[in-house]
């Protein structure tokens, strides 16, 4: 049972209302590049929900391949979805940085973009496959990385506060579901299970708002030009 | 060719108001710029690292600098502060800089060297990997001997020998493999081919038996197979297809009697065995593990089940699995399988047995993220070499880029098992995340920093100074990953300790192969991008020696091969690079010999033998199919080839009845004894004395011994797998096989016999086929790759015409020859570029020039006697010839004939040029003066061909009156009637002339601008004025200021008079004499006109160009018929309307006036600058600050403004605030120049010396001593080329280190007037009055670079 599959799931709703906002009055042109954005969003996030949920299964791996299609769709169907949804959250970190007038310059390349995503699969993979001592090593290790992440690609105090929330709010909620007995975890440590699952989500938000980020400044370039031909 | 980018405004600079010449530093500002990007990418430390640059530079560039400031500045004007005043951090800095430096320079000097040195450390850094197992999942074995066989203790002992690591503890399970042979013997006539397995199958039934049912008792008690075999549960559940064949529960014991469920009733009532076989073989393509395969225990092929098995030996196995080792057991099994069926010749070893590892199994399911992971790999190293941009190859900068990092990860590896660490982590996994953190960062930096040094520097400083730019960045950025990496060393987990050791490791291998490898490779590159550039510049500049016209030969006095005493020749770093022929003359040896068609082809014909060679049904099968029937172990059954086919197919089919009709006669061997003789047709009977009948040979070999290993290396995880055991990273052993040997004889096959076996289909009809099939397939084969052969052929030709010229691939050898030898060139197809710059003298004036003005395309030029030629700027052509005004009555009233005359008795000396009917633009070669468009231009317009066309409109002002070529206009005065009759006669005699709408007034012009002296020239031969006498004093006035804008020539006279000329017609256009006050200055800028007065008034002209309603209409020009020019078309009608005039501009007389950017900036006496709009003549600053009158201005479009004065200072203004940015004093006299460029500001003074100083911080770099009355003149041609004039010369300067790089001499004799003006133009053209001519100069290497 995959367990960061279910990160960034309460930012969904909140992150449509506020990337509507500015661009209620905006030319319907806007309006659809949005929805590209959003759908191109929803796609990557289904995408890393499965890759990452073989990640997790990895442990107990069959050799005899018939049942490999089973096992990327082992988690239930419902969860792929919800993490393509919240992974539009990407489009509430351009929204806000808009909003704050600070527009976010740092390492705007698809380059470092594509860097951010290879350390957040890594750091899945590592919490996948390292042995870890203890929970408490684990959960420290992660968040380190999902630190460093942060530090090393992001470094807007939006993109952290934004990140912090965000995951404090998907662990609540993937509590929430566990106590209402939507699934449980296979392990039966609950403090395992919180301790590491937020660092997780840290580090989602935060490669999800790079990859919007991007895409939002590739329309927003791409609008301007278009403007100047005009 | 580089994008227009937004951002390319931002830093481009103007040295000169003219529009072309902005264009072209548009272009240069481009190329230093790159693009936003960059901009970006490089953050704000680019400023900070600018001024680094050139600090390790110690090139004492002026020993006058050092003197007069008397401490030590750096190049770049900087005082070095003393060493105590700098923190530790600029010290580091400063010296981490330096150390760049001068590594770049190492770098860049000893590429091969260098590139061998590092490829050298990264191979034996790579070494200790030799020893590491290859990364793979294909099993390990390790062999012991069965008699001392102990199952390995759980725990790994010390002394483990070569005991691999895995070797501990029980394995899964031992394999003990029945082998069985069993053939019939002796095979009878009667048998069918179904024989040759149905029976030997069927003894696996009873080996089951007895195996199964082997009891073995000694004094431990009784053992069975029951207690010792491996007991499995059920099958894995997807594999219900697999439960009627495979046991479910029980003994793991696995044979051919599986297929019949071990039932011997099934397997007698089955008709078709093989279908039975077959039937559960998987569809389409399968893994190498089959059930076949699984069943058998050999591979397929080796089996001999099948109709066409020649040697009619059966081989299968039991396969039994144990899961104890009972030594005693399977010695008991051994001996009584033996007893029951011994194989006499059996020499099989049976006292080793194997244990076979299995490495860890990669699922699908794992495969995924593994491949998103890497995938995700390749998109960071594409998005991040996609921005490796500005070198000559993309794809090879690239390439060195990942095999920078690539490389530098081996190394970690390597070194890290060289200091005894072994990873244990999964390779494959970690790989991408190692690059990822290593990074491809530094190298782009490092590219980008590089490619945007200046273009013309040389290559090694290119690279040192890139280097140096990024040396900080690159450092802090190092050790802040450093610091990071060692964090996670502190996590105390093994597997990210390891990680991070690997990582820490690859990244300073990385910044060593970046420093060493990378940096190297960049060099080449860049160097090759220079020599590219001059590849291609060598067509145009063969194509552009033919193009230039013979005559115009005539007017250059020196030929184009001049001889080289006038041109001395500096061989330095700029120029250099424009011989380089050895490379070249490589490229061409190449290409004359057809080195790369010979070794496609000669590789195309390798490659069909090879593929022949090697082909299934080629050759080699061939050659081994002679061979093995030649050899006493050949096959037994058809092994008789039959002579008549050329190219043998391997014979599968054993069926004797229609192949061995002949026996190979010819062959020199005798046959063997054991050869098949079994069966006999009626035509072979005469053989049969001579081979006994024998059966079946079992021949037990080397390869029985262990069968398994002819398996695929999935056999044993794939068994183990049906049944959910995992292999990975376990072991299993194998015990040495048990071989059996069944004979059975052919009544006992008959016996065996299923009714339909019979009915089979005749042996000989299968047979037939498949000899036939195999002979097809053999063509087949052949056929497809003869084809494939041919296609290769010409897909590469076709790929060799693509790239390859078309001139030499089309033609022979001898035809391309002749071709070139056309050219000029040697025999090489390389022409030699000209190093030396040889000028193109411009000859015409008779008197010294005075103005000059360019639009890049056109030049023109006015010289004292008031004479304006215009020029063609590319070729030196004079294209119009525009004379002295108020000339043109006395020609009127006297007939040119008589003026030339009258001239040539009075001309001098030094006039005698014009004269010289050589010169083309006297007299009777008069037509060499017009270009090349005035002829083909047709005829007049009908409504004017038979009357002259008396416009007053044209001509309000008598004394401007035109004289020049418009042929019949102008000859309006005063006295109408006369003047039109005078027209009239006048037209006639151009008939004589072969182009009579030019000829009419063209002779006078060349000849009355000699006469015509200006005002101001005392000492011209103006005393001819009073042979003129027509005219009166008041149209005796000279061109004081020139302006050239499209083909439009603005000319500002002493009169007060604005005039406009038609550049290419030589026509007046419009004149405006509204105010007499003489223009001391003319700024043309798009439509608008501002003239400076000489009582310090501005006028604002607006230049209207109204398209002619119809010819009719008043003032349009006479003659339609010339072709347009780019901006005017010759039936536009021009008015030149005063917009306003500004009476008190200044108060005392405008000396300066430049307009850029909208601005209009006026230099008075007064000692101040004005500027003013241009929109709307609105003054918007006045700025004060100079001491002395203004002297010279300098402004450009991105509004930089600096002036200077007759204090000798220079002041830099802020354009948009009025504020001054600067002020220094710089010179002891009259500033008399000033130019600027992005990081410097260039002046000259009455002092003759040329200051740089540094624009940002107003310190002087150096100064260049001048020839005395020379000093006015210089010009930028690119950001670092500076060229001045001197006395008859002109000299270039690299404007970065003050370096003299060339004089050119412009006149032979070397005497020579000083070079008082120069004009760049944007071909990156000089041009400079020389006296009373002018001097085009070409810099050819200037233009490569900047494209």
Request: hydrophobic share 40%; with cysteine; aromatic share 8%.
């Amino acid at each position: 049972m995959s367990n960061s599959d279910r990160r960034q799931r309460p930012g969904s709703k909140e992150s449509h209302r506020c990337s509507w906002g500015p661009y209620i009055s905006a030319i319907t042109n806007r309006t659809t590049n949005l929805f590209i954005r959003g759908g191109m969003l929803f796609s990557v996030g289904v995408f890393l929900a499965l890759v990452l949920n073989l990640l997790q299964v990895q442990r107990n791996v069959t050799l005899f391949p018939p049942d490999v299609i089973s096992s990327i769709f082992s988690s239930a169907w419902w969860v792929p979805p919800c993490c393509g949804t919240a992974s539009v959250i990407g489009l509430l970190y351009p929204c806000i940085d808009s909003r704050l007038g600070e527009p976010h310059k740092f390492k705007r390349e698809w380059s470092s973009v594509m860097r951010c995503v290879a350390v957040f699969v890594g750091i899945n993979h590592a919490s996948a496959k390292v042995d870890f001592a203890n929970n408490v090593q684990l959960s420290l290790t992660l968040a380190a990385l999902s630190i460093g992440l942060w530090w090393t690609f992001d470094r807007s105090r939006s993109g952290f506060g934004l990140g912090v929330s965000i995951s404090l709010l998907a662990t609540l909620a993937t509590q929430l579901l566990v106590y209402n007995g939507v699934f449980q975890y296979t392990s039966p440590d609950f403090l395992y299970i919180r301790s590491w699952l937020p660092c997780i989500f840290f580090a989602g938000v935060i490669t999800m708002g790079n990859i919007g980020r991007q895409l939002a400044l590739y329309e927003h370039s791409f609008l301007q030009q278009k403007t100047h031909q005009d | 060719m580089f994008p227009s980018l937004p951002g390319g405004q931002a830093k481009q600079s103007c040295t000169l108001p003219e529009p072309r010449r902005e264009h072209y530093v548009n272009c240069n500002a481009q190329v230093r710029l790159k693009n936003p990007c960059t901009a970006a990418f490089r953050g704000r430390k680019q400023v900070a690292s600018r001024e680094t640059t050139w600090s390790p530079i110690s090139r004492s560039l002026d020993a006058l600098r050092r003197s007069v400031l008397g401490r030590p500045v750096l190049p770049n004007g900087r005082e070095l502060t003393t060493p105590t005043r700098m923190t530790l951090r600029e010290q580091l800095r400063k010296k981490i800089s330096a150390a760049f430096y001068r590594h770049g320079l190492l770098c860049a000097s000893y590429p091969v060297p260098i590139i061998l040195f590092t490829s050298a450390s990264i191979l034996t850094c790579c070494y200790p990997l030799l020893r590491l197992p290859l990364p793979g999942t294909g099993p390990v074995e390790f062999t012991t001997g069965v008699r001392d066989y102990n199952v390995p203790f759980h725990e790994p002992q010390g002394d483990l020998g070569e005991r691999p690591d895995w070797y501990h503890g029980p394995p899964v399970a031992y394999i003990q493999q029945v082998l069985v042979k069993a053939a019939v013997s002796p095979w009878d006539s009667s048998l069918v081919p179904v024989d040759v397995f149905r029976s030997p199958l069927g003894k696996v039934f009873s080996l089951l038996e007895e195996i199964r049912n082997h009891v073995h008792t000694d004094s431990s008690g009784i053992r069975s197979l029951e207690a010792l075999c491996l007991q499995v549960t059920g099958l894995f559940p997807g594999l219900r297809r697999m439960q009627s064949v495979l046991p479910e529960h029980g003994c793991l014991l696995v044979s051919p009697g599986n297929y019949w469920q071990n039932q011997r009733e099934l397997f007698d009532s089955d008709p078709d065995l093989l279908r039975t076989i077959q039937k559960h073989e998987p569809k389409g393509l399968h893994t190498s593990a089959t059930l076949r395969d699984l069943l058998f225990g050999v591979p397929g092929k080796f089996t001999g089940v099948s109709h066409y098995n020649r040697k009619r030996v059966v081989t299968y196995t039991i396969t039994v699995v144990l899961s104890h080792y009972d030594a005693s057991f399977l010695n008991s099994l051994r001996n009584r399988l033996k007893q029951l069926h011994p194989s006499a010749n059996c020499s099989l070893r049976d006292d080793h047995m194997v244990h076979v590892h299995f490495k860890e199994e990669i699922g699908i399911a794992e495969l995924i993220p593994l491949v998103t992971t890497y995938i995700i790999l390749f998109a960071y190293i594409y998005f991040s070499t996609r921005k490796i941009d500005m070198v000559k190859s993309k794809w090879g900068l690239a390439l060195a880029a990942v095999v920078t990092v690539l490389s530098s990860l081996l190394m970690s590896v390597g070194l890290c098992t060289l200091f005894g660490l072994t990873p244990t982590l999964n390779g494959g996994e970690i790989f991408p995340y190692l690059v990822v953190v290593i990074g491809l960062e530094n190298v782009l930096v490092l590219t980008k920093s590089v490619v945007s040094t200046p273009v013309d520097l040389e290559v090694k400083l290119r690279i040192a100074q890139g280097l140096s730019n990024e040396s900080w960045s690159i450092m802090k950025n190092m050790a802040t990953e450093l610091c990071i990496i060692l964090i996670g060393y502190f996590t105390l987990v093994p597997a990210i300790q390891e990680f991070c050791l690997f990582a820490v490791v690859g990244l300073v291998s990385d910044f060593f192969l970046q420093m060493f490898f990378f940096t190297t490779v960049l060099s080449i590159d860049i160097r090759r991008m220079e020599l590219a550039d001059l590849n291609r510049r060598l067509p145009a500049e063969a194509g552009l020696l033919p193009q230039k016209p013979v005559p115009l030969r005539t007017r250059e006095v020196p030929p184009p091969p001049r001889p080289s005493p006038h041109t001395i020749t500096l061989q330095t770093p700029a120029f250099r690079n424009l011989r380089l022929p050895k490379r070249l003359r490589v490229v061409y040896f190449l290409a004359r010999t057809r080195l790369a068609q010979r070794i496609i082809m000669v590789g195309t014909v390798i490659w069909i033998g090879i593929l022949v060679y090697t082909d299934p049904a080629g050759i080699r099968t061939y050659l081994a199919a002679q061979v093995s029937e030649q050899s006493p172990l050949g096959d037994h059954g058809g092994g008789v080839l039959p002579p008549h086919l050329p190219v043998a197919p391997v014979f599968r089919g054993g069926d004797p009845t229609s192949t061995l009709s002949i026996h190979p006669a010819p062959d020199p061997t005798t046959l063997p004894e054991n050869q098949s003789q079994g069966h006999l047709g009626p035509a072979r009977a005469g053989r049969l004395p001579h081979a006994p009948p024998a059966g079946p040979q079992i021949t037990w070999g080397a390869d029985d011994e262990e069968g398994w290993r002819r398996l695929s290396f999935r056999h044993w995880p794939s068994l183990f797998s049906y049944y959910n055991i995992t292999l990975a990273k376990k072991y299993i052993s194998i015990l040495p096989v048990i071989p059996v040997t069944i004979h059975l004889n052919p009544q006992e096959a008959i016996d065996m016999r299923h009714p339909q076996d019979t009915r089979h289909p005749p042996p000989s009809i299968p047979k037939v086929s498949a000899d036939f099939q195999t002979d097809l397939t053999l063509y087949k084969v052949a056929a497809l790759g003869l084809a494939a052969g041919v296609l290769l052929v010409l897909l590469l030709f076709c790929l060799y015409r693509v790239l390859c010229p078309r001139n030499y691939g089309q033609n022979g050898v001898a035809h391309g020859r002749r071709r070139r030898g056309d050219l000029p060139c040697d025999d090489y197809g390389y022409s030699p570029p000209v190093s030396e710059i040889s000028p193109l003298l411009l000859r015409g004036h008779s008197m010294d020039i005075e103005c000059l003005a360019s639009d890049g395309m056109l030049l023109a030029s006015c010289c004292l006697a008031g004479q304006i030629r215009v020029w063609d700027a590319q070729t030196g052509d004079c294209l119009t010839v525009i004379p002295k005004p108020g000339l043109g009555r006395s020609i009127s009233s006297s007939g040119c004939w008589e003026q030339r005359d009258a001239w040539d008795s009075l001309s001098g000396a030094a006039e005698s040029e014009c004269a010289d009917p050589s010169n083309g633009c006297d007299g009777a070669l008069e037509d060499e003066c017009y270009p090349l468009r005035r002829r083909s231009a047709p005829s007049r317009p009908p409504l004017f061909t038979n009357q002259p066309d008396l416009t007053p409109l044209i001509d309000t002002n008598f004394a401007s009156l035109p004289p020049s070529n418009v042929s019949t206009p102008p000859r309006v005065g005063f006295d109408f009637g006369g003047l039109v009759e005078r027209a009239y006669t006048e037209h006639e005699p151009p008939s004589t002339y072969p182009s009579p709408s030019s000829a009419s007034s063209s002779p006078h012009s060349c000849t009355l601008l000699q006469r015509s002296p200006s005002l101001g020239d005392s000492t011209g031969p103006s005393t001819q004025d009073s042979a003129v006498g027509t005219q009166g004093s008041g149209d005796v006035s000279s061109v004081w200021a020139l302006e050239l804008r499209g083909n439009l020539i603005a000319a500002g006279r002493s009169s007060g008079k604005l005039e406009l000329w038609d550049a290419v017609e030589g026509s007046l256009r419009c004149s405006n004499e509204d105010s007499v006050s003489g223009i001391t200055a003319l700024a043309f800028l798009s439509n608008r006109i501002v003239a400076a007065r000489l009582n310090g008034s501005l006028d604002f002209f607006n230049v209207e160009i109204n398209k002619p309603l119809g010819l009719l209409h008043r003032g349009a020009p006479c003659r339609g018929s010339v072709p347009p020019s780019p901006c005017y078309s010759s039936e536009d009608v021009i008015n030149c309307q005063l917009t306003r005039s500004v009476q008190c501009a200044h108060h005392k007389p405008i000396t300066v006036l430049r307009a850029a950017a909208g601005r209009v900036v006026t230099g008075s006496q007064d000692h101040t600058v004005r500027v003013y709009r241009l929109e709307d003549s609105c003054c918007l600053f006045t700025l004060q600050g100079h001491s002395g009158g203004i002297t010279a201005i300098y402004i450009d479009q991105t509004m930089v403004l600096a002036s200077g004065g007759q204090d000798g200072a220079i002041c830099l203004w802020d354009v948009l605030t009025g504020s001054r940015v600067s002020h220094v004093y710089g010179h002891r006299g009259d500033v008399t120049s000033l130019v600027c460029t992005n990081s410097c500001v260039i002046s000259s003074g009455l002092d003759d010396l040329i200051c740089i100083w540094d624009r940002s911080t107003g310190i002087k770099l150096y100064s260049i001593q001048q020839e005395v009355g020379c000093g006015a003149s210089l010009g930028v041609i690119s950001e670092s080329l500076l060229v001045t004039g001197g006395q008859g010369c002109v000299s270039f300067w690299d404007l970065n280190f003050g370096d003299l790089l060339q004089t050119v001499y412009l006149s032979p004799s070397g005497d020579g007037q000083g070079v008082r003006q120069l004009l760049v133009l944007d071909n990156a053209a000089i041009v400079c009055d020389f006296g009373s001519e002018l001097s085009l100069v070409y810099v050819p290497s200037v233009l490569e670079k900047l494209d």
